[in-house]
């Protein structure tokens, strides 16, 4: 891949969604302490083109990356014309994270076209576009969304995983694409208060059919999904000192990932100054 995004990324919703004067704030000190990449979602739409803009104009050096640009809510035409748009040291900033997202958010058109086939087109048209490979990634969790993204880009960025599913991963695209799993970690000793985030923060996700059918492929009950047991959570977040947090990352490195994306969970919404000394921190511990 073309992009060099480092070993350590952060993903964050509040940098999306929060304020603007404070994520511009934000990403400068991210690119300063060495961050490699911000991934942001981009699931339910709107002007993900837009943020893109807004934080590639607030920073200098660090990529700046969807997780994920949902296929179904911009069309290949707006995206390959933006990014064209875009100047050469910027795009070399960019990775559009592609997913397929999910049946609720998307609607009748996701029982329309099976989603394999629809992003097989999506990157058959943004190919044709003059979109390259290398700039994109995927949210593959099966074995079958695995092998495209091999074969088609830069590699795949799979979320809430563990690191077993990184070797998955791993083993499917070969060694020379790029594994960049999500990690949520909360910086929190007390068992029942880190848990206790990590569920919230897992609560909206139990029900999606993608996510449920990894976490059995991965050895997991539906009574632990449903009830959000402690060993799924445990296995989904890393919660406690920096340096356990350390130990999960250097375990999804263990298994073949490239680079990791921590998602701070904090407890207090978009709220950006909640977050950021805990990227100060963990910088500290892993950069």
Same mark, same amino acid.
Request: aromatic residues 6%; glycine residues 10%; proline residues 4%.
């Given at each position: 891949? &073309? @992009?060099?995004?480092?070993?350590?990324?952060?993903?964050?919703?509040? %940098?999306?969604?929060?304020?603007?004067?404070?994520?511009?704030?934000?990403?400068?000190?991210?690119?300063? !302490?060495?961050?490699?990449? !911000?991934?942001?979602?981009?699931?339910?739409?709107?002007?993900?083109?837009?943020?893109?803009?807004?934080?590639?104009g607030?920073s200098?050096?660090?990529?700046?990356?969807?997780?994920?640009?949902?296929i179904?809510?911009?069309?290949?035409?707006?995206?390959?014309?933006?990014?064209?748009?875009?100047?050469?040291?910027? #795009? #070399?900033?960019?990775? =559009?994270?592609?997913?397929?997202?999910?049946?609720?958010?998307?609607?009748?058109?996701?029982?329309?076209?099976?989603? =394999?086939?629809? %992003?097989?087109?999506?990157?058959? #048209?943004?190919?044709?576009?003059?979109?390259?490979?290398?700039? $994109?990634? $995927?949210?593959?969790?099966?074995?079958?969304?695995?092998?495209?993204?091999?074969?088609? &880009?830069?590699?795949v960025?799979?979320?809430?995983?563990?690191?077993?599913? &990184?070797?998955?991963?791993?083993?499917? $695209?070969?060694?020379?694409?790029?594994?960049?799993?999500e990690?949520?970690?909360?910086?929190?000793?007390?068992?029942?208060?880190?848990?206790?985030?990590?569920?919230?923060? =897992?609560? #909206?996700?139990q029900?999606?059919?993608?996510?449920?059918?990894?976490? !059995?492929? !991965?050895?997991?009950?539906?009574?632990?999904?449903?009830s959000?047991?402690?060993?799924?959570?445990?296995?989904?977040?890393?919660?406690?000192?920096?340096?356990?947090?350390?130990?999960?990352?250097?375990?999804?490195?263990?298994?073949?990932?490239n680079?990791?994306? $921590? @998602?701070?969970?904090?407890?207090?919404?978009?709220?950006?100054?909640?977050?950021?000394?805990?990227?100060?921190?963990?910088?500290?511990? =892993?950069?």
């Amino acid at each position: 891949m &073309t @992009q060099d995004i480092g070993r350590i990324g952060i993903w964050s919703m509040e %940098m999306r969604f929060g304020d603007h004067g404070q994520a511009a704030e934000a990403i400068a000190e991210l690119d300063e !302490l060495g961050y490699g990449a !911000l991934w942001m979602p981009g699931g339910i739409g709107g002007d993900l083109t837009g943020d893109f803009d807004r934080l590639l104009g607030a920073s200098s050096r660090i990529t700046i990356a969807s997780g994920i640009l949902n296929i179904w809510k911009h069309t290949p035409a707006d995206v390959a014309t933006w990014f064209k748009g875009l100047s050469a040291d910027r #795009q #070399q900033r960019v990775l =559009l994270g592609l997913g397929v997202s999910h049946s609720h958010i998307v609607g009748d058109a996701y029982a329309a076209v099976k989603p =394999l086939a629809a %992003m097989r087109d999506y990157l058959d #048209q943004l190919a044709a576009q003059g979109v390259p490979g290398d700039s $994109l990634c $995927l949210a593959a969790l099966g074995p079958k969304m695995l092998e495209l993204a091999g074969k088609r &880009t830069a590699g795949v960025h799979p979320y809430l995983v563990t690191p077993e599913h &990184t070797a998955l991963a791993r083993s499917a $695209l070969g060694p020379d694409r790029l594994v960049a799993p999500e990690q949520g970690v909360v910086l929190e000793s007390d068992p029942a208060k880190a848990r206790d985030l990590a569920r919230k923060a =897992l609560s #909206q996700y139990q029900a999606y059919p993608n996510y449920r059918n990894n976490w !059995l492929r !991965l050895g997991f009950s539906e009574a632990e999904i449903d009830s959000g047991s402690d060993a799924l959570v445990d296995a989904l977040f890393v919660w406690g000192s920096v340096e356990k947090i350390a130990e999960r990352v250097d375990a999804h490195f263990a298994a073949g990932a490239n680079h990791v994306c $921590l @998602q701070v969970i904090t407890g207090a919404g978009l709220d950006i100054g909640a977050a950021r000394p805990a990227w100060r921190e963990l910088a500290s511990a =892993l950069l």
